[in-house]
């Protein structure tokens, strides 16, 4: 016996295949399959001309993905008539069904989307190819949907999916949102679920609470016998196809890893639980819907939730959802907080996951150079009289997808936020109250501080560094001091975790040219540990830290030499002096630039 992914998928090319637990399974296919978006629509400003564009993306029409759902809909309703296909039995590996089937999350109650505001319906519709798919997921920023990757694998959700938001019941549209890009972990594997994470991006931020992921410091929130509970609309019943029509949640206990080892292994006779990578919840299944609580087909991708936190991802269970003695399977998220934070937190002029290059000559002209890996393509003009800049950062500051930049002006000496609207593609220049401009050094690290917004790091003439807490709107909380007079004259730099650990960090240069990493914490009172040095003789001109360029899921480097030659250093997530691979060549005449970012 196989595990059973939670999805539910209508597929005319497998009704030829027996065997209940292949109906839910997606085809196979490469690993980190990721769908370009479009390149962002025009944009304009009240600093300076503005060419190409800076925020922004193209937004599918309400029509399209109104029929999208209605599509899959009507199929997977479908699907529950088709008695003579292998997809109609849902029997539980283990006989004795003599319960009432109940709703749902089996054992679970009704709850309202009211109570769970960052829960999404995903609906798939590719009529062409007669594939219906149905996923639950979390919203895990204004823009962000995480979800399984078993919910993603082989799909094109740009052009067939659907995200449907704000509502109870999958009878009823809410807010129907297109998505522009798709990532899943590069070493998923369909046949044995392991590494069943994914993120979607929305092509319009949604105005919805959203929930943040464990962390590898939430280690107490996986602690066994913990109360989690899990959300979904999945099917009514062990021996039903029908999706539930209101939104359910059930409250389960967490497991062992060993208790759920054990007793899954007994069930499929194969070790496909994977301990410290996967999670189980619930009590051991009486074989019937009568005194099981469990998820079941349709609650894929969706979140199980201890302490306000997304700590699982609803993966797999035995077929049937009941089977005598079995667990529901989850994700176990904070191992893969690291992959899947920076599709969270990205920020790039050409919206397909990779870090871009900002660079400004003499006369004031700022142009877009966009990734293609291990490569820039040409320089794209996106604006011009931009010569009062004496620095500027690449960010999303509220996460809603838009293309920010933190800058200082020359002018006035103060900080200034260039809001990029993805909506409409303007950008607005919004003066920063809370932060001076006066500080010597300014990086924007990312979340350091665990509370979901992106944060400032300064040093200040004295040497010591500070964390601004970030507000996520633009302004900032009161500073909390990490180093004490030890950072004089020094560069700070860095966007994400180059650490490994899921944390963010920090990087930091001396007038020695040697460079120091700050590993994060997670900690708002004391966010970083001590240093350690990772590098020794970078005399480069200009670092820019715009996260990851070569679209890995590592923070990554681009560097330019004195001679005008600009390299990339991929990250490693080693924290030691094989914190970056083997350097690559970018470019060389970039001397011409007297800004990049």
């Not at 794209?380 to 009289?385: A, K, Q």
């Not at 220049?429 to 944060?455: E, M, N, Q, R």
């Not at 790091?457 to 004490?484: H, I, L, M, Q």
Request: charged residues 20%.
């Amino acid at each position: 016996m196989r595990p059973v992914k939670r999805g539910f998928i209508r597929r005319a090319a497998l009704f030829c295949l027996s065997g209940a637990a292949l109906v839910l399974a997606l085809p196979a296919a490469g690993p980190a399959q990721a769908v370009d978006g479009p390149a962002r629509a025009g944009a304009s400003t009240a600093r300076a001309t503005v060419g190409d564009s800076v925020a922004g993306t193209t937004v599918t029409d309400q029509a399209t993905l109104r029929e999208r759902v209605v599509s899959a809909g009507r199929a997977i309703a479908a699907q529950r008539a088709e008695k003579s296909t292998p997809a109609a039995p849902k029997k539980p590996s283990t006989a004795g069904d003599t319960g009432t089937p109940s709703p749902f999350i089996i054992g679970g109650t009704g709850t309202t989307i009211s109570t769970a505001p960052w829960m999404v319906q995903l609906w798939y519709a590719d009529e062409a190819n007669d594939e219906y798919y149905f996923c639950g997921g979390t919203l895990v920023a204004p823009n962000k949907v995480l979800t399984a990757a078993h919910c993603v694998n082989g799909l094109d959700w740009r052009r067939h999916g659907v995200v449907n938001s704000g509502v109870t019941s999958t009878e009823s549209n809410g807010v129907l949102t297109g998505v522009t890009r798709q990532w899943q972990h590069a070493s998923y594997d369909d046949a044995t679920v392991r590494h069943d994470i994914a993120v979607l991006t929305l092509d319009t931020p949604l105005k919805r609470q959203w929930l943040r992921l464990a962390q590898t410091q939430d280690s107490a929130l996986y602690k066994a016998g913990t109360t989690a509970t899990v959300y979904g609309w999945g099917v009514t019943s062990g021996t039903s196809d029908a999706l539930a029509t209101n939104l359910r949640k059930v409250s389960l206990p967490l497991v062992s890893d060993t208790t759920c080892n054990t007793a899954m292994r007994k069930i499929l006779g194969k070790d496909y639980f994977v301990e410290g990578g996967m999670i189980c919840a619930g009590t051991p299944a009486t074989g019937s819907d009568a005194g099981t609580k469990a998820t079941c087909s349709g609650d894929s991708g969706g979140p199980l939730i201890v302490g306000g936190k997304v700590i699982g991802i609803v993966s797999w269970g035995v077929e049937g959802c009941t089977a005598k003695g079995a667990y529901s399977v989850f994700t176990k998220v904070s191992p893969y907080t690291w992959a899947a934070e920076p599709r969270i937190n990205d920020t790039d002029y050409s919206y397909d996951g990779r870090a871009d290059l900002v660079v400004r000559t003499s006369s004031g002209n700022l142009s877009a150079q966009t990734s293609k890996g291990t490569s820039l393509n040409p320089p794209t003009t996106i604006g011009s009289g931009w010569q009062s800049l004496s620095w500027a950062l690449q960010t999303d500051i509220d996460r809603d997808g838009g293309w920010d930049f933190l800058l200082r002006d020359k002018a006035d000496g103060r900080l200034h936020l260039m809001k990029g609207d993805p909506a409409t593609g303007t950008m607005k220049d919004i003066v920063v109250t809370s932060v001076s401009g006066a500080y010597a050094s300014y990086a924007l690290p990312g979340d350091v501080t665990g509370d979901g917004h992106p944060d400032l790091v300064a040093t200040d003439t004295s040497g010591n560094g500070w964390v601004f807490p970030g507000k996520g709107n633009g302004e900032y909380n009161a500073r909390v001091k990490f180093a004490t007079g030890s950072l004089k004259g020094y560069k700070i730099f860095g966007r994400g975790d180059y650490s490994g650990d899921g944390k963010t960090d920090l990087l930091v240069r001396d007038t020695s040219n040697r460079v120091y990493l700050y590993r994060g914490t997670g900690s708002a009172t004391a966010p970083f540990s001590a240093r350690i040095t990772v590098r020794t003789g970078w005399n480069f001109t200009s670092l820019i830290a715009s996260g990851d360029v070569n679209g890995d899921g590592r923070a990554d480097i681009m560097a330019r030499d004195p001679n005008g030659t600009l390299w990339l250093y991929p990250g490693t997530g080693k924290a030691s002096v094989d914190i970056f691979g083997p350097r690559k060549w970018l470019a060389d005449g970039y001397n011409k630039y007297n800004l990049l970012f």
